[in-house]
């Protein structure tokens, strides 16, 4: 059964720095997309990064650009999102998604960033 399992969430001030996890199991990982979304209150998901199946393209909103870095390791069936200079409205669940071949598509439930004095 595959699954995606966000981790690294939490509380951070305004400037600061959080690494989140998304871990991988039940799928081929090295064969798919991997995604960042994230949904704020009262808000739609919106799209923040995108990393390609080898992992060498990368794609960023506007919002996060300069600010956030995706990665993946393939050994490890993981991606990770580098959120450096955070701000308040960075305040959101942030949540993985796999696009595989053949129209695949997992979503993990998600981990919640506050960004908060």
């Known amino acids: 059964q595959a699954q995606l399992v966000e981790s690294g969430g939490g509380l951070v001030q305004p400037g600061g720095d959080l690494r989140l996890s998304c871990a991988a199991s039940g799928f081929n990982f090295g064969m798919y997309v991997m995604s960042w979304y994230r949904q704020a209150p009262g808000k739609e998901r919106e799209w923040v990064a995108t990393?390609?199946?080898?992992?060498?393209?990368?794609n960023y909103a506007n919002s996060v650009k300069g600010r956030f870095t995706i990665s993946r390791d393939n050994a490890k069936n993981t991606v990770y999102l580098q959120m450096n200079s955070l701000k308040p409205e960075d305040t959101a669940v942030y949540y993985c998604k796999a696009d595989g071949p053949r129209g695949s598509l997992y979503w993990g439930l998600g981990t919640q960033v506050t960004v908060s004095s």
């Open positions: 990393i390609s199946s080898p992992g060498g393209i990368t």
